[in-house]
């Protein structure tokens, strides 16, 4: 009987697919997988409408010329540099297929989202983990990240802000990494996708440092509060587009048509109405909202710099009995490791959800933390 090729053992549930379809399952308040629970703004779901019917057929696969602009206007980049994805999630899987193949290394930090390794395996090179170090806070360990690089290594790939950890490359940090990159002459995989989530400083987009070697990744979902949309992008570094737009006409060809066409209008918007901004302030008070409550319990909490992710140590606690027993959905730390073990009773709570959900899921986990006791 013919089989499915090996390759499909990377079928799994993700473990956010899992977490959530354990949330409703069970009623509880989900933390876990990180999509908002407020609706994308109102200028954007007006572009959208009028957009449907009048934008419906293919766009060239770097995308829409007009969504092209809007996102290079935005970054400060040349059209000619921004191709138009599915997402995030689509723009890493064509930087996969364009930039390593097999015999290749991928350093990159754990704990990971969790697309990376897949996309990596799929396209048949080896993703290499080399683990963050905890301490009070998330720091890179730049002589394990040195010591991971070896001939075969082809691209750094990082996330920045952070997800899982919330944290922030500083400028020393970022620069650090450049110089890595240019020491040994790899391609940076910049996902940025959480750009204009941060609560102090705002991060340091690593193509300013090297334009020449930064791919970097964007998301109109994530900035925009539209996560099923599926619109993201990829800035490249000057004259690489065609190729990597070349790859991608290969799966989807094109985004949907009318979204990009409502996000080429709602991009500018955002930004001159100051939408960023009030989103950082309504998710800097949910953060604090889940931190201060988690702190309130006792637990120990790091604190983000930026995404809508907290993590915290539960120790002795169970993510799926969470779910059964506490009624609340938060991803184990262990869900983004692979090559290295989690730090002890590390969980991963999403803050992109409404205060009064944030306040529920406290009070749930107190009760449960009581009977416990
Ligand atoms: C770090 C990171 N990169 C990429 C993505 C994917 O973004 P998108 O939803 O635009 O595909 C996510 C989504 O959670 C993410 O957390």
């Known amino acids: 009987m013919a089989q499915l090729h090996p390759r499909t053992e990377l079928s799994q549930e993700s473990i956010f697919a899992r977490m959530s379809r354990l949330a409703a399952e069970h009623g509880a308040i989900n933390l876990g997988q990180g999509f908002p629970s407020n609706p994308p703004p109102p200028f954007l ?3 959208a409408r009028r957009a449907i019917g009048t934008v419906d057929q293919y766009t ?17 980049v040349s059209p000619q540099e ?6 995030g999630t689509e723009a890493l ?14 350093v990159m930090l754990e704990p990971y989202f969790d697309v990376y390794i897949p996309q990596t395996r799929m396209a048949g090179a080896t993703p290499v983990m080399v683990p963050m170090r905890l301490t009070d806070r998330w720091e890179v360990d730049f002589p394990a990240l040195e010591g991971a ?3 075969r290594t082809k691209a750094l790939l990082l996330t920045n802000p952070y997800n899982p950890t919330g944290s922030l490359l500083s400028k020393a940090e970022a620069e650090q990494i450049v110089a890595l990159a240019r020491q040994h002459d790899l391609w940076i995989v910049s996902d940025e996708v959480y750009d204009e989530l941060y609560f102090n400083e705002p991060p340091i987009p690593l193509r300013r440092l090297a334009p020449e070697r930064v791919f970097t990744v964007g998301s109109a979902g994530k900035r925009l509060e539209a996560t099923g949309w599926r619109i993201g992008w990829i800035v490249t570094p000057p004259g690489l587009a065609p190729q990597v737009a070349g790859m991608r006409q290969w799966s989807s060809f094109c985004s949907a048509a009318p979204l990009q066409a409502a996000v080429a209008e709602a991009l500018p918007i955002a930004r001159k109405e100051g939408f960023y901004a009030q989103l950082r302030e309504s998710y800097a008070r949910r953060k604090d909202l889940l931190e ?5 319990l006792g ?3 790091f604190s983000p710099a930026g995404t809508y992710f907290l993590t915290a140590l539960l120790p002795g606690l169970e993510a799926e009995a969470l779910v059964r027993e506490a009624g609340v959905a938060a991803i184990p730390g262990s869900a983004f490791y692979t090559q290295h073990p989690a730090p002890k009773g590390l969980f991963r709570f999403a803050f992109c959800k409404t205060e009064a959900e944030i306040e529920e899921a406290l009070r749930r986990l107190a ?4 009977v416990r006791t």
């Open 45 to 47: 779901l007006e572009a």
């Open 149 to 151: 690089i070896t001939p």
């Open 299 to 301: 637990l120990k909490t």
């Open 60 to 76: 060239p696969p770097a995308g829409l010329p007009r969504l092209r602009e809007a996102v290079a206007e935005d970054l400060g």
């Open 82 to 87: 921004v191709i138009i994805t599915a997402g």
């Open 93 to 106: 899987h064509a930087l996969a297929e364009a930039l390593y193949g097999p015999g290749d290394e991928v």
């Open 367 to 370: 009760g449960y933390l009581k």
């Open 292 to 296: 201060q409550g988690l702190r309130a």
